[in-house]
């Protein structure tokens, strides 16, 4: 009998329930935990106490939850997965934690200058390049001034896999693919390309950080190369 096809919401709705091609933790992601490092140690961060943060994609919420617990952040999160909000909610029981089942597309119900962080940890590349360009706008607009941006994604520098893809199941959109898997257009960044993307819509860029050329000794593609980028609205931006 051949394998029912998910796509979109409907895959992850099941990986959280019944995980078949996904390892989907409850632990906080060590990106996280590095990017928390980054501003502890640099004291001009700005970060007050009870941050309020957004999620944008936030699966089972254990990131949030870990902000929340350690940073005592009031936080939101946004998933298109109801399965995973479900395990969100139950797991952030008693913290100040609001989620919502929806895309991270289109305006997000929060006033101008409000967040102090908003993550955006491989969530974004399911975008279209309008609603990509909108959120980050949005993201703009909901940050305070001084506020950050934590993006993890994809990386398109010297990475088999991605070459691959866009081989195989490439779009009309410059570095979009079809995913094998999810069925939905994935869309994968140069890091120049990022990095313009996000100075362009007036975001200042303090750290960019790339994972290895992940290749097996017989130099075939290993994991997928991410990227994470560290940027921020101007302090003094009125």
């Not at 929806?102 to 390049?129: E, K, T, W, Y």
């Not at 009309?172 to 079809?178: A, F, K, L, N, S």
Request: proline share 3%; glycine share 8%; net charge neutral.
């Amino acid at each position: 009998m051949a394998k029912k096809v998910r796509h979109g919401a409907t895959f992850w709705d099941h990986e959280y329930t019944h995980a078949e091609h996904l390892k989907l933790s409850d632990e906080v992601s060590e990106d996280l935990e590095k990017f928390v490092r980054f501003l502890v140690r640099h004291k001009d961060t700005q970060i007050r106490h009870h941050p309020h943060v957004l999620d944008l994609g936030c699966g089972n919420g254990r990131n949030l939850i870990y902000l929340a617990k350690n940073m005592q952040a009031r936080g939101y999160g946004y998933d298109t997965s109801a399965a995973a909000i479900k395990q969100a909610k139950i797991a952030s029981g008693g913290l100040p934690l609001t989620y919502e089942v929806r895309s991270i597309a289109g305006i997000i119900d929060l006033p101008d200058d409000s967040q102090d962080i908003v993550l955006d940890m491989m969530a974004s590349h399911f975008l279209n390049s309008a609603d990509r360009t909108l959120l980050r706008n949005e993201i703009m607009r909901v940050l305070r001034p001084g506020g950050w941006l934590f993006m993890k994604t994809f990386l398109r520098d010297e990475d088999i896999h991605t070459s691959r893809l866009l081989k195989e199941s490439g779009t009309d959109e410059e570095g979009t693919y079809i995913h094998p898997i999810i069925g939905v257009p994935e869309h994968v960044y140069f890091e120049s390309e990022l990095v313009e993307f996000m100075q362009d819509g007036g975001l200042l860029i303090e750290n960019v950080s790339k994972s290895h050329r992940h290749r097996t000794n017989q130099g075939k593609a290993g994991k997928r190369r991410t990227v994470s980028l560290y940027a921020r609205k101007d302090p003094y931006s009125k």
